[in-house]
C-alpha cells in the first residue's frame, strides 16, 4: 500500500457524460500528478500540482481540468466523454518536487469505462 | 521534447537467471531523474529504482540495478536471480529537475518468468 488513495475505483459511464476522479496524497506529500494508461499502453502524463498551484502540464485534453485543494487532495474532471477516453487513471504523490530523487509513489488508480 | 524509448516488448527469462530491459531517452537537460517501476498484473505503478543524472555511480536495490550511460543516454535495468514475482511490465521514466516535473514514460517492457 504506497498510501495515495484513489476514488471510485471503477467507474463506468455513457458517453457525453461528467465524471470527477479523486486522489488522496500521502501524508505530507505536497505534489499530486495525474496520468492516463490506456490499454496495454504506457502511462501519459497530465498534469502535476504542488501544494495547490499547477506546476507541469502534459497533453491534456481541453475537456479534462484538475485542480488540488487547500487539504492537498486532488480531482480530475473529465467531461463530454468519449469512448477512447476509457482507461485506467492513475493518481501519484510526491513530497517535494525538488527534493532529492522526487519519488512518486502511486494509487491503485481508477479504472474509467465509458459506453 | 524529451522522449523515452523501450525497444524490448517483450522478453523472457528462466527463473534464477540474469536478465536485462533496455531503455534510452532523449534530452537536452543536463540534469534529470530516471526510473524503472514495476507493474505487475494487478495494475498498481511499484518504484523499482531511481537514478539521479548527476550521479556517476549507479543506482542498486537489492537484485536490481541499472546501467546508466549518461552520454549515450541509456539506462538499462538488471534483474538478477529472477523470481516468478518479478513478472510485470517494466517502465522507464524520465523526469526533467526544471521547470515543473512533467514525467515521460517509455511504452514499457512486458517481462516474463519461467519456472
Known amino acids: 500500500d504506497s498510501g495515495v488513495t484513489q476514488t471510485p475505483k471503477h467507474l463506468i459511464t455513457a458517453t457525453g457524460q461528467r465524471v470527477t476522479l479523486r486522489c488522496s496524497p500521502r501524508?505530507?506529500?505536497?505534489?499530486v500528478y495525474w496520468y492516463q494508461q490506456s490499454l496495454d499502453q504506457g502511462l501519459q502524463f497530465l498534469i502535476q500540482?504542488?501544494?495547490?498551484?499547477?506546476?507541469a502540464k502534459g497533453n491534456i485534453l481541453e475537456r479534462f481540468s484538475a485542480q488540488q485543494f487547500p487539504d492537498l487532495h486532488s480531482e480530475l474532471n473529465l467531461s463530454s466523454l468519449e469512448l477512447g477516453d476509457s482507461a485506467l487513471y492513475f493518481c501519484?504523490?510526491?513530497?517535494?518536487?525538488?527534493?532529492?530523487?522526487?519519488?512518486?509513489?502511486f494509487g491503485p488508480g481508477t479504472r474509467l469505462t465509458v459506453t | 521534447a524529451q522522449t523515452v524509448t523501450q525497444s524490448q516488448p517483450e522478453m523472457s527469462v528462466q527463473e534464477a537467471e540474469t536478465v536485462t530491459l533496455s531503455c534510452t531517452y532523449d534530452?537536452?537537460?543536463?540534469?534529470?531523474?530516471l526510473f524503472w517501476y514495476k507493474q505487475p498484473p494487478s495494475r498498481q505503478m511499484i518504484l523499482v529504482i531511481r537514478?539521479?543524472?548527476?550521479?556517476?555511480q549507479n543506482a542498486t536495490e537489492n537484485r536490481f540495478s541499472v546501467n546508466f550511460q549518461k552520454a549515450a543516454k541509456s539506462f538499462s535495468l538488471k534483474i538478477s536471480d529472477s523470481q516468478l514475482g518479478d513478472t510485470a511490465m517494466y517502465f522507464c521514466?524520465?523526469?526533467?529537475?526544471?521547470?515543473?516535473?512533467?514525467?515521460?514514460f517509455g511504452a514499457g517492457t512486458r517481462l516474463f518468468v519461467k519456472a
Open positions: 501519484a504523490s510526491s513530497v517535494d518536487p525538488t527534493s532529492r530523487a522526487n519519488e512518486q509513489y
Open positions: 500540482y504542488y501544494n495547490g498551484e499547477e506546476r
Open positions: 534530452t537536452s537537460e543536463s540534469n534529470y531523474y
Open positions: 501524508s505530507g506529500d505536497l505534489s
Open positions: 521514466a524520465f523526469m526533467r529537475s526544471t521547470g515543473g516535473f512533467k514525467t515521460i
Open positions: 537514478q539521479e543524472a548527476y550521479k556517476q
